[in-house]
């Protein structure tokens, strides 16, 4: 049974940087896709990344060049910097047992198997 458990959120000002994490069990790292996703008050939740099993990752253009993704020894991280107020909202790590996402970032959400609680992340300007 994979469980993931995100932590790291918080409130943080316009231009502030943070960094996530996603402690992970159940699940190899190493042999599937994972990705890190976000939903704001009134929206639908929304892809920042999925990486496959080889560590190549791909971003959504609200966040490339902003965030990145990485991952440990069961964990993963979401790195923000240069964060913006659009960037509020509770952010979710999930995993599929799908090698390569062939999926893409947009569709990932309805292919994922597993997914954390999420951690609440508040940009003020």
């Known amino acids: 049974q994979v469980q993931l458990r995100e932590s790291g959120g918080g409130s943080v000002p316009v231009g502030g940087s943070l960094r996530l994490s996603c402690a992970v069990s159940g699940f190899e790292i190493s042999t599937g896709c994972w990705g890190w996703y976000r939903q704001a008050p009134g929206k639908e939740r929304e892809g920042i990344s999925i990486t496959n099993f080889k560590g190549n990752s791909v971003y959504s253009d609200s966040v490339r060049g902003r965030f990145t993704a990485s991952s440990g020894r069961d964990i993963l991280y979401l790195q923000m910097s240069s964060l913006k107020p659009e960037d509020t909202g509770l952010y979710y790590c999930?995993?599929?047992?799908?090698?390569?996402?062939?999926?893409?970032?947009?569709?990932?959400?309805?292919?994922?198997?597993?997914w954390g609680q999420g951690t609440q992340v508040n940009v003020s300007s």
């Open positions: 999930a995993t599929s047992p799908e090698k390569l996402c062939w999926f893409g970032l947009k569709a990932s959400p309805g292919h994922m198997e597993s």
